[in-house]
């Protein structure tokens, strides 16, 4: 080998290891699907979901500039909700900062989320069967009738464009009984074995079809919630378990009445 083959082979591995040390570890972008919430909302509301070009790749709130409301905030998974309800006359912004890593290496990005500022009178959901924290009538239970419950919605916000229903077990692991959604604003009162109209989808539930009413071991609580949404929901009834992530960036207000039951 001569010194001029020699001079460039040695080059080239010189080139070659400087890429190796200098390339790209770790994750290098971090983005929010959103960077809006309605005030009001109660804390653990779904803010946004987050992404990486990594795969694997482990979110996690973190300090550094731009951390001012980090508590405000909470990571699971890749889901950003928030640990408090907010309360911001006239809007606001929060501040966080965000860590992305996959165990070669990290990344950091500065987040700001628009508080946006509720006007008008909060929505309340009541029944004329039940009062709320009350015990529900023997016909809405499973094996009693497994009659589905009647509601009254008052000051539906205005830009609200569908609602959607979810009703659970808080006291076995909110398992979800009844899911309905595409419920035009202008349905402030829903009957007892509500008949829906086209366009209103009523969901599976994690026991089975439409409404499965309550059959608990011992004396439970359940919780029917009512979203009132920006826009509507392309699912079927067996995609049910992706309203939650469904509906994040699209939720004006939430309301809610809990009702007992006892076998």
């Known amino acids: 080998m001569t010194f001029r083959q020699l001079f460039f082979l040695m080059a080239s591995l010189s080139l070659i290891a400087c890429d190796k040390e200098d390339g790209p570890s770790g994750p290098s972008s971090l983005e929010i699907s959103h960077n809006s919430v309605y005030e009001?909302?109660?804390a653990k509301t779904v803010v946004a979901t987050l992404s990486s070009q990594t795969p694997n790749a482990s979110f996690r709130l973190i300090a550094g500039d731009g951390d001012a409301h980090n508590s405000d905030f909470e990571i699971l998974?890749?889901?950003?909700?928030?640990?408090?309800?907010?309360?911001?006359?006239?809007g606001g912004v929060k501040s966080i900062r965000i860590s992305v890593s996959d165990g070669t290496g990290s990344f950091e990005k500065q987040f700001?989320?628009?508080?946006?500022?509720?006007?008008?009178?909060?929505?309340?959901?009541?029944?004329?069967?039940?009062?709320?924290?009350?015990?529900m009538p023997r016909e809405f239970g499973a094996d009693n009738g497994n009659?589905?419950?009647?509601?009254?919605?008052s000051n539906i916000p205005t830009e609200t464009q569908s609602m959607v229903l979810i009703m659970t077990d808080l006291d076995d692991g909110n398992s979800?009984?009844?899911?309905?959604?595409?419920?035009?604003?202008s349905k402030s009162r829903i009957s007892k074995n509500e008949s829906w109209q086209a366009g209103i989808i009523e969901g599976n539930n994690n026991f089975g079809e439409g409404y499965t009413g309550p059959f608990p071991p011992s004396k439970h609580r359940y919780e029917i919630n009512l979203y009132f949404l920006e826009g509507s929901l392309n699912l079927t009834p067996e995609e049910y378990v992706?309203?939650?992530?469904?509906?994040?960036?699209?939720?004006?207000?939430?309301?809610?009445?809990?009702?007992t039951y006892a076998p």
Request: cysteine-free; charged content about 25%.
């Open 242 to 259: 992706k309203l939650s992530t469904s509906m994040v960036g699209k939720i004006i207000a939430q309301t809610s009445i809990i009702g």
């Open 40 to 42: 009001l909302l109660p």
């Open 112 to 135: 700001d989320i628009e508080v946006k500022d509720f006007v008008g009178t909060y929505p309340t959901l009541s029944s004329k069967s039940f009062e709320d924290g009350d015990e």
């Open 77 to 90: 998974g890749s889901i950003l909700r928030t640990t408090k309800r907010f309360e911001e006359d006239g």
């Open 176 to 185: 979800i009984h009844w899911t309905v959604w595409n419920i035009p604003s």
């Open 147 to 153: 009659v589905s419950p009647d509601l009254d919605v």
